[in-house]
C-alpha cells in the first residue's frame, strides 16, 4: 500500500497551508481533494477565476493564489478529483479518476471545511431555491452569475454575495434578512471584539453602502419565512415589521451561517462538543489540531468555525504540530514559528462573539413547523420527527431508524443539527446531551464495484461461520 | 407495583414479548437503554429464515418454522392497528452457492433434515436455466441455489416501531433511556435499578436485553453465556428492481434499496464497520449480482449478534429466583412471532404453552 | 423570466459543446462545471425524488446535498462535481422503473 508521512483530506486554506508548513518541514504530504483544482470552496478555482473575474470576486479572494502556489513544492502530492470515503485510524480510502486508492500515513488530517447550515422553511427543497453559497460557487468556478436573486437570510456571506453579484452586473432584486435590529445593538455590547474586527466592520458596512447605492432592498428582522411555488420557487413570503410582504422570486439563496462538516472526524469516533454560540458540534481536538487519538488531526472550519484566515492558521499550525510529531521539528523550532501563529488567530477569533450575536440563525430553522421537510433526501418532515419522539425514541439514532431522517444520500449531513434541535426542544434538554447521528463510512459515494475492487482473495475476511 | 411483568430490553425481543403479555392481559413496564447502547435491532438484516437453521437440531429447525408460519398474520395485526407497513415478503428465500461441490453439500444436509422431521421440510434445488428464471439477475459465478419456500424478509425497522407504538396503545409503558444496572428480587416481587437511580417494581420479569444478559443474568441466577458477533451490513442507493427473493447475500427492499450482508467476526464489542469486511460483502454481492458493481454505496453499519454457544436461543426461568425469565436470541426477526404469540404461554404457565425446555440453560452444563 | 434569463454567463467567448439531458441537447460551455451549465441551459429538475416524485435541482454545488444526482453511463453522479465534456449523455437520477424483471 502507497504511504506518506501525511495525508490531508480537503484541499481548502487549511489543509493547503498545513501542507506547505509540513513539507517545508521536510514531510512528504498527500493532499487529497474533491474538486479539480485547488481552493477549498472559499478559493475554489482561484487561479483560473482570480485572473478572469478578480474585480467581482474581490481581493479576500484572489489572495488565496499565494496558499494555491506554494502546493507547487516536490514533497506535496496533490490528487485532484479524489473522493475520501473511508479513514480508519491514519489509513484511507478513496476513488480518483482512475480508481479506488487507499493509502497509509503516520498522520491524518482532516480538513473538510463546513457546510452552510440547513435553513429548513416551507418550500426551501424547490427548485430555484439555493445556498448563497452555492450562487458564489457558480460564480466562481463557472462565471455563471444568477440574475435577480432574493438573498434570505443572515450573516456577512450574504452580503459579499449579493456585492458580487452586482459587481458581476446583476444586483439582486432583494435582501430578506432575518437578524433584527436588537441582534444588532446586541452585539455592539460586545464593543471589545467589535473594535478588534474593525476591519471586518468597516468592509461590511462599504459592502452595506455599495449595495444601498445600486438600490437593493433590503427587509431587516424578517420573520415567518415561507417559499411560495409549485413546480419551482415563485416568490418569498415572509412579515417583517408588521407588514406582510410577498416577493416574486425565480432565485432564491439561503444563507444563515456554516456549521463544521464533522462526518469524518464523527466517523472515526472522536468526540465531539456542543457549542452553543455556534450552534453546532465541533471536534475536540487540542490547540495543535491534535485529536484523542494517535495521528487524526483536525483543522479549519470542520474543527470550528472561524472563516478562511483562521483556517489557514490552524492549518499551519497544524502542520507544525505534525512535523514536530514526526521529529521534523524540535520542540522549540515548533513553539518559535507557531508562536505569531497562534496569536494572530486569536485576534482573528476574538471577532468570533461579536458575528455570532449579530448575526444569529434563523430561529424557526433551528426548530422547523411539522409540515416543514428537514431530511431533503428522504423527505421527512419535522413532524414525522416530533411524532417519533413521542413514541418514545431517546435520541437521534433511533428517531433516523423510526423515520428515515439521515438515511439518504447526503448522510444527514443536511437534517442532523436539525433532529437533534427538534429532540433538544422536545425532551427540554441540552443539545449536547441529546448527541447526534453516529456517522459511517462511505463518507462520500463510492460504487460497489470500487469497494470490492480493495477485496484481497488471499486475504480473506476471518469468519465465524454462519449458524446453525 | 409499577406492573405485572418488568421488561428489561426494548428490542425486537423484548417489545415482542412485552406485546404478548399485554394482549394475554398483563401490565407490563418495557426499560430501555440510551440511544447510543448495542443495538441489534436497529442494525439486524431483517430477514425471516428458516434456511440453514437447525440442521443439528431439529428442534430449532421447528421452532422456526413455526415463527415464520406465524409471521404473516403476526404483521397483519401490527399493521392493522399501528398504519405502519413492515413490508413483509415471504415468497421464499435463496442460499446462492459458487461452486457445485458447496450446493451438492448443502442438498444433502437438507435431505438429511427433511429425513430427521419425517419429510416435512419443503426446499429445492435450482441450478441453470430454472436459476436465471426465478432471479434473473444472478451472475454466471453462481453454480445454484437453494429455495426455500418459507423464507423472507420484511423491514426490522418498521417492525421495531410497529412493536413500540402498539405496546404503548395496549397500555404497556416504555421507558427509554434507562439503563438497567441492578435487578433485586425482594419477597415481594422484583426492583430493577437503573443508572440514572430510577427504580421500577414487577411481579416478575423478563430479561431480554441482548448483550447486556451477560451482566445482569447472574443477579437472577442465569449463566446467560452470551457473546457478541459482529454482523457487517451494507445498503446501495435506491436501484432498480434487480433482486427477486431475498438471499443471505442481499435483499432488496420495496423502495429499491439493495441490502448486503452480512459478516460474521467475532470482534468483541466493537460494532464498527471495517474496510475489509466492507470489502469482502461487496465483492461477494458483486459476484452474485454483477449489476451492482455500478451501484453507490450509501450506507454501512456494523452490529452486533447475541450468540449463545451453540447459536440457538436460550429461554429459561431462573431456579434460583422464580418468576425472573430469560429470552435471547441472535433471530429475533424470524422469531419476533412466535416471541409474541406463543412465549406468553409459556410464561404464564398457560394451556398450549410450546415445550421450550430443549432451549433452557441445561444443555450448558458439561 | 425565461429560465435562461436567470443566468448570466460572464465568460461569453467560451467555447461551447453539445450534450444530452433527459434525451434533449444542449449548448454548454466546454469545460464548466456540469451542474452550473445545465441549470444557466435551462434546466429546472435535475432528478425526482423517490417518495413524492417531486423535482429538485441544484442546492449546495458543492457535493454535500446529492439533490443534482444525474445518471451518466449507468452511474449515478452529482453533477456538481463533474464538468461539461463533448458528448455527455445524461439521464436525470434513475428511479424505480422496469429492471430485468417486472415490479413487483
Not at chain 1, 460557487?137 to 456577512?156: D, F, H, N, T, Y
Not at chain 1, 458596512?205 to 419551482?232: C, I
Not at chain 1, 425514541?393 to 434541535?421: D, E, Y
Amino acid at each position: 500500500m502507497p504511504r506518506a508521512d501525511l495525508t490531508i483530506i480537503g484541499a481548502g486554506p487549511a489543509g493547503m497551508a498545513a501542507a506547505a508548513e509540513a513539507a517545508g518541514a521536510g514531510l512528504n504530504v498527500l493532499l487529497l481533494d474533491e474538486q479539480p483544482t485547488p481552493g477549498g470552496q472559499v478559493y475554489r478555482n482561484v487561479d483560473e477565476a482570480a485572473a478572469r473575474r478578480g474585480k467581482i470576486l474581490g481581493r479576500d479572494f484572489t489572495r488565496g493564489r499565494a496558499l494555491t502556489g506554494a502546493l507547487n513544492h516536490p514533497r506535496i502530492t496533490h490528487v485532484a478529483q479524489a473522493s475520501v470515503w473511508s479513514v480508519e485510524g491514519t489509513n484511507v480510502a478513496y476513488t480518483a479518476p482512475d480508481g479506488a486508492r487507499e493509502v497509509v500515513s503516520d498522520h491524518v488530517l482532516i480538513a473538510t471545511g463546513a457546510l452552510e447550515r440547513a435553513m429548513p422553511m416551507p418550500g426551501w427543497t424547490l427548485p430555484g431555491v439555493m445556498t448563497a453559497g452555492a450562487a458564489q460557487i457558480m460564480l466562481k468556478q463557472s462565471g455563471i452569475a444568477v440574475r435577480e436573486a432574493v438573498l434570505v437570510g443572515s450573516g456577512p456571506l450574504l452580503y459579499l454575495v449579493a456585492v458580487q453579484l452586482l459587481r458581476a452586473g446583476c444586483p439582486p432584486r432583494a435582501l430578506v434578512e432575518t437578524q433584527t435590529r436588537g441582534d444588532m445593538r446586541h452585539a455592539l455590547t460586545h464593543w471589545r471584539a467589535a473594535l478588534r474586527g474593525w476591519r471586518y466592520l468597516q468592509r461590511g458596512a462599504a459592502m452595506l453602502n455599495e449595495l444601498r447605492n445600486a438600490g437593493v432592498r433590503r427587509h431587516v428582522g424578517a420573520r415567518d419565512l415561507a417559499l411560495l411555488g409549485s413546480r419551482r420557487v415563485e416568490a418569498v413570503h415572509f412579515s417583517c415589521g408588521g407588514d406582510l410582504h410577498e416577493l416574486p422570486a425565480e432565485t432564491v439563496l439561503l444563507h444563515h451561517g456554516v456549521v463544521p462538516n464533522v462526518q469524518a472526524t464523527r466517523a472515526l469516533g472522536l468526540a465531539h462538543r456542543w457549542a452553543p454560540r455556534q450552534h453546532a458540534f465541533v471536534p475536540v481536538l487540542d490547540r495543535w489540531g491534535l485529536g484523542a487519538q494517535p495521528g487524526i488531526w483536525g483543522a479549519g472550519d470542520g474543527a470550528g468555525i472561524g472563516g478562511a484566515r483562521v483556517a489557514e492558521l490552524s492549518g499551519r499550525i497544524a502542520g507544525l504540530g505534525i512535523a514536530h510529531e514526526m521529529g521534523a521539528l524540535s520542540e522549540a523550532e515548533r513553539d518559535r514559528r507557531a508562536a505569531p501563529l497562534l496569536s494572530a488567530r486569536a485576534v482573528e477569533m476574538s471577532i468570533r462573539p461579536f458575528l455570532d450575536r449579530a448575526f444569529p440563525p434563523y430561529a424557526a430553522a433551528l426548530v422547523p413547523a411539522d409540515a416543514v421537510t428537514v431530511c431533503r433526501c428522504e423527505e421527512v418532515s419535522a413532524g414525522e420527527i416530533r411524532r417519533a419522539a413521542e413514541q418514545g425514541c431517546a435520541g437521534p439514532n433511533q428517531a433516523k431508524a423510526f423515520t428515515r431522517a439521515g438515511m439518504g444520500r447526503c448522510q444527514g449531513r443536511f437534517c442532523g443539527l436539525s433532529v437533534t434541535g427538534i429532540l433538544a426542544e422536545m425532551q427540554g434538554r441540552d443539545p449536547g446531551e441529546i448527541g447526534y447521528f453516529r456517522a459511517r463510512p462511505p463518507l462520500r459515494p463510492v460504487t460497489l464495484g470500487e469497494v470490492a475492487a480493495l477485496h484481497d482473495p488471499d486475504d480473506p475476511l476471518v469468519q465465524a461461520g454462519p449458524h446453525g | 407495583m409499577d406492573a405485572d411483568f418488568a421488561i428489561v430490553g426494548g428490542g425486537i425481543v423484548g417489545l415482542s414479548v412485552a406485546w404478548g403479555l399485554l394482549r394475554a392481559g398483563q401490565s407490563v413496564v418495557v426499560v430501555d437503554g440510551a440511544d447510543d447502547a448495542l443495538r441489534a435491532s436497529r442494525g439486524n438484516f431483517g430477514l425471516i429464515w428458516v434456511q440453514g437453521k437447525g440442521l443439528n437440531a431439529p428442534h430449532y429447525a421447528r421452532w422456526s418454522r413455526r415463527s415464520a408460519a406465524l409471521w404473516g398474520d403476526f404483521a397483519q395485526e401490527l399493521e392493522d392497528n399501528t398504519g405502519l407497513d413492515l413490508a413483509l415478503r415471504q415468497e421464499g428465500g435463496l442460499d446462492l452457492h459458487f461452486s457445485d461441490g458447496s450446493l451438492a453439500d448443502c442438498a444433502t444436509r437438507y435431505a438429511a433434515l427433511r429425513a430427521e422431521l419425517g419429510g416435512d421440510y419443503p426446499f429445492e434445488v435450482l441450478t441453470g436455466a430454472a436459476l436465471m428464471r426465478e432471479e434473473p439477475g444472478i451472475g454466471p459465478k453462481v453454480a445454484g441455489a437453494v429455495l426455500h419456500p418459507e423464507d423472507g424478509h420484511a423491514n426490522p425497522l418498521m417492525l421495531l416501531r410497529a412493536l413500540s407504538e402498539d405496546v404503548r396503545r395496549l397500555g404497556g409503558r416504555l421507558e427509554t433511556g434507562r439503563m438497567v444496572s441492578q435487578l433485586l428480587p425482594p419477597g415481594e416481587g422484583f426492583a430493577l435499578g437503573c443508572a440514572d437511580g430510577t427504580v421500577f417494581h414487577a411481579g416478575r420479569v423478563v430479561l431480554a436485553a441482548g448483550l447486556g444478559a451477560a451482566a445482569l443474568g447472574p443477579q437472577l441466577g442465569f449463566a446467560a453465556p452470551v457473546t457478541p458477533e459482529r454482523g457487517q451490513v451494507l445498503i446501495t442507493e435506491k436501484l432498480p428492481p434487480l433482486i427477486r427473493r431475498p438471499s443471505l447475500i442481499a435483499r432488496q427492499v420495496g423502495e429499491g434499496a439493495v441490502q448486503i450482508g452480512a459478516t460474521n467476526e467475532r470482534a468483541g464489542l466493537d460494532d464498527r464497520s471495517t474496510r475489509k469486511g466492507m470489502a469482502q460483502l461487496a465483492a461477494e454481492a458483486v459476484a452474485a449480482y454483477p449489476a451492482l458493481a455500478q451501484a453507490q454505496l450509501v450506507r454501512s453499519w456494523g452490529a452486533l449478534r447475541v450468540m449463545s454457544p451453540d447459536g440457538l436461543p436460550i429461554y429459561q426461568e431462573s431456579e434460583a429466583v422464580p418468576g425472573a425469565f430469560l429470552i435471547t436470541c441472535h433471530s429475533g426477526i424470524t422469531l419476533a412471532a412466535a416471541h409474541a404469540r406463543l412465549m406468553p404461554n409459556w410464561i404464564l404457565g398457560r394451556d398450549g404453552a410450546p415445550d421450550l425446555e430443549v432451549f433452557g440453560e441445561a444443555r450448558f452444563a458439561v | 423570466m425565461k429560465p435562461d434569463l436567470r443566468f448570466e454567463l460572464l465568460d461569453k467567448d467560451a467555447p461551447r459543446v453539445t450534450v444530452r439531458f433527459a434525451g434533449q441537447a444542449y449548448d454548454v460551455p466546454e469545460g464548466a462545471n456540469l451542474a452550473a451549465a445545465l441549470l444557466a441551459a435551462g434546466v429546472d429538475a435535475f432528478r425526482q425524488t423517490a417518495h413524492r416524485g417531486v423535482g429538485r435541482a441544484p442546492f449546495c454545488m458543492m457535493g454535500a446535498c446529492f439533490d443534482c444526482l444525474v445518471e451518466v453511463d449507468g452511474v449515478s453522479r452529482q453533477a456538481c462535481l463533474m464538468q461539461v465534456a463533448p458528448g455527455l449523455d445524461i439521464r436525470p437520477a434513475r428511479q424505480l422503473r422496469e429492471g430485468p424483471y417486472a415490479a413487483r
